[in-house]
């Protein structure tokens, strides 16, 4: 079964500071998922990596398969960033998903 | 489009009822997936359907079946609730296995006393 963790659990930042994000799986996967669940409860798919880095907008990810890790990195970092950032491993049949705690992030004006 | 609904969005139950929370998705897509989410815990995937006809059990399928008759539904029955399944209910889909960007549901706050 795989094991996946992420840190910090919680992060306050100020605005404008770059944050990183970790999260840290046990079993090889075929994809690394990020998602973004707003205060309200509502989640968004933030990114799908499977190799390498993608960005959209001020958010960037990263992975890399030989240590089984990836990063969500957010550049120029905004109150409206204030969430928790879940990373979800999917399994290498593609069809069952292992979620991290999430890492409760707020930024600060 | 309307993505991915869920109805009810909140439910109380009291211990042994039954119920069902109703997930639907107008995309067009394959792939649907309950997870339910506890507090300050990750999600667990309950059941999961790569289309109709196909569903198969997750981490947590205990005390839940699943059926998908069509590509748009993929209701979740709860037999016999217990409080152990008070949760925030969560439906998502996705075109496709490897371009599995998941399409996440408002979600369903249920409790059971």
């Known amino acids: 079964k795989n094991e996946v963790e992420q840190s910090p659990q919680n992060l306050t930042a100020q605005e404008g500071e770059f944050i990183t994000i970790n999260c840290s799986y046990s079993?090889?996967?075929?994809?690394l998922h990020w998602l973004q669940q707003h205060p309200g409860g509502g989640i968004v798919s933030l990114f799908m990596?499977?190799?390498g880095k993608k960005k959209h907008g001020r958010l960037i990810a990263t992975i890399n398969i030989q240590e089984k890790h990836s990063s969500l990195h957010i550049t120029a970092s905004h109150p409206r960033d204030s969430a928790v950032y879940i990373c979800?491993?999917?399994?290498?049949?593609?069809?069952?998903?292992?979620f991290g705690p999430g890492t409760r992030l707020s930024v600060l004006p | 489009n309307a993505g991915v609904t869920q109805t009810p969005k909140f439910r109380i139950l009291k211990i042994g009822q039954s119920m069902t929370l109703q997930c639907a998705q107008d995309?067009?897509?394959?792939?649907m997936y309950w997870y339910r989410q506890d507090p300050g815990m990750g999600l667990k995937l309950i059941y999961y359907?790569?289309?109709?006809?196909?569903?198969d059990k997750g981490e947590v399928p205990n005390g839940y079946n699943v059926s998908r008759s069509t590509t748009e539904d993929f209701p979740l029955r709860l037999e016999l609730a217990a409080p152990s399944q008070t949760s925030v209910y969560f439906c998502?889909?996705?075109?496709?296995?490897?371009?599995?960007?998941?399409?996440f549901g408002p979600g369903t706050r249920l409790t059971v006393t």
């Open positions: 998502a889909s996705s075109y496709r296995s490897d371009r599995g960007e998941q399409y």
């Open positions: 079993v090889g996967i075929s994809a």
């Open positions: 990596l499977s190799s």
């Open positions: 979800a491993a999917q399994d290498n049949y593609g069809q069952n998903f292992v």
């Open positions: 995309m067009n897509h394959n792939y």
């Open positions: 359907s790569v289309g109709a006809g196909i569903t």
